[in-house]
């Protein structure tokens, strides 16, 4: 996903009301910017760390800007744009990247399905049948682990209910991780965190749920998967 313009360098010196982040920019300016992630946003930043964001280029808009990359306290890089997931996974797949997920004829967006009124992120048909395929983005690191997710996550537990039943259809369902975290390189379920989440993960791969997890690269100019990582459980 080539960035245009590319983001701007600026220091993360706090975010709160969890979609608001004060940036401090080059020329000493400080702004207030959009985070746009519901999430803990645990381990992701630290005070007075280098990050990165975008410009909307709409002066209409009351925060024009958007926090996309910050530092954790261990020096590594987080994408914490959770609306970039799936545009990620989408490219990658249509690149030839996801090698799991190629053969399919057709991909489609926000199809809705299910018994719980949701909406899977991309569906995939083919001469094979369909794949169903929820994105979830990771960017909580303890050491070299991702775990998903960082708070506790109703939505996420439904979302494995869905697949879980797809599965039990005969249908292809996969958990997709976008692991937007340059240390991480192993995924697991965050069960400290959210045991249901992990309980409900372990049930829909007993059930035939797969588990995908790729990890991104990220600079001002591009953040693009890569490179496959192992899920441990």
Same mark, same amino acid.
């Given at each position: 996903?080539?960035?245009?313009?590319?983001?701007?360098?600026?220091?993360?010196?706090?975010?709160?009301?969890?979609?608001?982040?004060?940036?401090?920019?080059?020329?000493?300016?400080?702004?207030?910017?959009?985070?746009?992630?519901?999430?803990?946003? #645990?381990?992701?930043?630290?005070?007075?760390?280098?990050?990165?964001?975008?410009?909307?280029?709409? @002066?209409?808009?009351?925060?024009?800007?958007?926090?996309?990359?910050?530092?954790?306290?261990?020096?590594?890089?987080?994408?914490?744009?959770?609306?970039?997931?799936?545009?990620?996974?989408?490219?990658?797949?249509?690149?030839?990247?996801?090698?799991?997920?190629?053969?399919?004829?057709?991909?489609?967006?926000?199809? #809705?399905?299910?018994?719980?009124?949701?909406?899977?992120?991309?569906?995939?048909?083919?001469?094979?049948?369909?794949?169903?395929?929820?994105? #979830?983005?990771?960017?909580?690191?303890?050491?070299?682990?991702?775990?998903? @997710?960082?708070?506790?996550?109703?939505?996420?537990?439904?979302?494995?209910?869905?697949?879980? #039943?797809?599965?039990?259809?005969?249908?292809?369902?996969?958990?997709?991780?976008?692991?937007?975290?340059?240390?991480?390189?192993?995924?697991?379920?965050?069960?400290?965190?959210? @045991?249901?989440?992990?309980?409900?993960?372990?049930?829909?791969?007993?059930?035939?749920?797969?588990?995908?997890?790729?990890?991104?690269?990220?600079?001002?100019?591009?953040?693009?998967?890569?490179?496959?990582? @192992?899920?441990?459980?």
């Amino acid at each position: 996903m080539k960035l245009s313009p590319p983001l701007t360098r600026g220091l993360l010196l706090r975010r709160y009301k969890r979609f608001l982040a004060d940036i401090e920019l080059e020329s000493g300016e400080i702004i207030t910017i959009h985070c746009p992630n519901t999430g803990s946003m #645990k381990n992701c930043w630290a005070e007075n760390s280098p990050c990165w964001f975008s410009d909307s280029g709409n @002066p209409k808009r009351k925060y024009r800007h958007t926090l996309e990359i910050t530092t954790t306290p261990e020096g590594a890089l987080a994408g914490v744009n959770t609306g970039r997931s799936n545009a990620l996974v989408e490219e990658a797949i249509r690149d030839g990247i996801i090698a799991e997920l190629q053969g399919y004829d057709t991909l489609r967006r926000e199809v #809705k399905y299910g018994e719980e009124n949701s909406r899977i992120d991309l569906l995939l048909s083919g001469p094979a049948g369909d794949c169903y395929v929820e994105v #979830k983005n990771v960017t909580l690191a303890e050491g070299a682990r991702g775990l998903f @997710p960082d708070a506790v996550s109703a939505r996420g537990a439904k979302h494995l209910r869905e697949l879980q #039943k797809l599965a039990q259809s005969g249908v292809r369902a996969v958990l997709f991780y976008c692991v937007q975290h340059s240390q991480i390189e192993t995924v697991e379920a965050a069960a400290d965190i959210d @045991p249901a989440y992990a309980a409900a993960l372990a049930e829909a791969r007993a059930a035939g749920v797969e588990v995908i997890a790729y990890r991104a690269e990220m600079n001002a100019d591009e953040i693009r998967l890569v490179e496959p990582v @192992p899920y441990i459980g």
